[in-house]
Antibody, heavy 121, light 108 residues
Framework: VQLVQSGAEVKKPGASVIVSCKTS????????IHWVRQAPGQGLEWMGI????????TYAQKFQGRVTMTRDTSTSTVYMEVNSLRSEDTAVYYC???????????????WGQGTLVTVSS | EIVLTQSPATLSLSPGDRATLSCRAS??????LAWYQQKPGQGPRLLIY???NRATGIPARFSGSGSGTDFTLTISSLEPEDFAVYYC??????????FGGGTKVEIK
């Protein structure tokens, strides 16, 4: 199982960023994918979840309206777009694999390597 | 939102010592709690899920216990590679999934 994320990004305030997470080694549509971020020197913050099978998403309230998670089943890739970036969005963004069922235990057994997004004027 | 509070923030120990890390939830999470280890420059690694089950490949020196609102991660005898930051995470009541603030286990 591998989750390989896109490379580091530097963006200006107000811009948007798209981070990709290409998966392999398992059946893509069978496992939920979560996004978690970590600001420099800080803890982990859950952002949301996407169902690779049907595309259904649920976002943390803090990010609703500013984050969009999508998937491409043809390439087994999940995407996360963050709009209206501000300096507080500077963080490492991780994709992580969840369970096979919405009613399963949402722990993260495999993680991407992380993508550093720096927001600076 | 369930708030997880980890203590202590930093634990200064020597190799071979026993480490005891605490995670307290603002309301019951039943047994639906996990522990992760994170080393500098790396993503987190799942250690323990459902309070006490070791994830695949995790050494037996790592153990978890607790229920309801109080949980403990114990490392029976610290190896050099165990010095890292540890996070707890709950999935009993979500969204949002929440993490504790972390405990850093450092070399004394």
């Amino acid at each position: 199982v591998q989750l390989v994320q896109s490379g580091a990004e530097v963006k200006k305030p107000g811009a948007s960023v798209i981070v990709s997470c290409k998966t392999s080694g398992y059946t893509f549509i069978s496992y939920y994918i979560h996004w978690v971020r970590q600001a420099p020197g800080q803890g982990l913050e859950w952002m949301g979840i996407v169902n690779p099978s049907g595309g259904r998403t649920t976002y943390a309230q803090k990010f609703q309206g500013r984050v969009t998670m999508t998937r491409d089943t043809s390439t087994s890739t999940v995407y996360m777009e963050v709009n209206s970036l501000r300096s507080e969005d500077t963080a490492v963004y991780y994709c992580a694999r969840g369970p096979t069922s919405w009613y399963g235990r949402h722990y993260f057994d495999y993680w991407g390597q992380g993508t550093l997004v720096t927001v600076s004027s | 939102e369930i708030v997880l509070t980890q203590s202590p923030a930093t634990l200064s120990l020597s190799p071979g010592d026993r480490a005891t890390l605490s995670c307290r939830a603002s309301q019951s999470v039943s047994s639906h709690l996990a522990w992760y280890q994170q080393k500098p420059g790396q993503g987190p690694r799942l250690l323990i899920y459902d309070t006490s089950n070791r994830a695949t490949g995790i050494p037996a020196r790592f153990s978890g216990s607790g229920s309801g609102t109080d949980f403990t991660l114990t490392i029976s005898s610290l190896e050099p590679e165990d010095f890292a930051v540890y996070y707890c995470q709950q999935c009993n009541d979500w969204p949002p999934l929440t993490f504790g603030g972390g405990t850093k286990v450092e070399i004394k």
